[in-house]
């Protein structure tokens, strides 16, 4: 059984570059959670998924970020015109609808910009 | 507006004693509360969670305390080896399946 996986585990870009990053979830699971997380605050909530339906997004998430999981599976999350405000860690989570509200993680993107 | 809040960033404990770490919260909408642990460069990891209509739930060496009059959770860890050493994360919702609101962090050290 494999955990969820994301892709690339880190990422350095210059400011105003645009980046994307993927989220495989666990592969029963029908729920994907976008979050980030900077230097010692707890995870932000970005946006999730149910199946291909984006149910839910943050106000965190401004006109430059934009999340899709186009067939219900895997998840991208991409930033344009990255600034150094978006410089943190990226996690994602998965979780299947009916067992609980336990939310398993991926080990996150790292982003970094310059 | 921090919902929910970890007021200790960090707590040292004795290698084989009990390790408490507390979590308030000030929606009285949460409905379900849920502990992270979180080693550096990993995500979090579940470790324990606990309904609104419960005040109790075990699992192994986790016990989580959910005072809902207080607005007060706690997590229990007994006995605490060195490996238990990482940042412990409480978080909530307000619906089964919907987002975590997450605390600061209190940074567990479990010294030999």
């Known amino acids: 059984d494999t955990g969820v996986s994301q892709d690339p585990r880190h990422k350095i870009t210059k400011r105003g570059q645009n980046v994307t990053f993927r989220c495989d979830p666990i592969?029963?699971?029908?729920?994907l959670y976008w979050y980030r997380q900077t230097l010692g605050q707890g995870p932000e909530f970005l946006t999730y998924?149910?199946?291909?339906?984006?149910?839910?997004k943050s106000r965190l998430l401004s006109d430059r970020f934009s999340a899709e999981r186009p067939k219900g599976s895997f998840s991208t999350l991409e930033i344009q015109r990255t600034e150094q405000g978006d410089s943190a860690m990226y996690l994602c989570?998965?979780?299947?609808?009916?067992?609980?509200?336990?939310?398993?993680f991926g080990p996150g993107t790292r982003l970094t910009v310059t | 507006d921090q919902q929910v809040k970890q007021n200790s960033p960090s707590l040292s404990v004795q290698e084989g004693r009990i390790s408490i770490l507390n979590c308030d919260y000030t929606?009285?909408?949460?409905?379900?509360f849920l502990w992270y642990k979180k080693y550096p460069a990993e995500g979090p990891t579940f470790l324990i969670s606990i309904s609104s209509i419960k005040d109790k739930n075990e699992d192994g060496r986790f016990t989580v305390f959910l005072n809902k009059s207080a607005k007060h959770l706690s997590l229990h860890i007994v006995p605490s080896p060195p490996g238990d050493s990482a940042v412990y994360f409480c978080a909530a919702s307000v619906r089964q399946g919907g987002k975590l609101i997450f605390g600061q962090g209190t940074e567990l050290s479990v010294k030999p």
């Open positions: 592969s029963e699971h029908n729920r």
């Open positions: 998924f149910q199946n291909e339906a984006q149910l839910e």
């Open positions: 989570a998965s979780s299947l609808s009916g067992t609980g509200d336990e939310q398993y």
């Open positions: 929606n009285s909408m949460f409905d379900y």
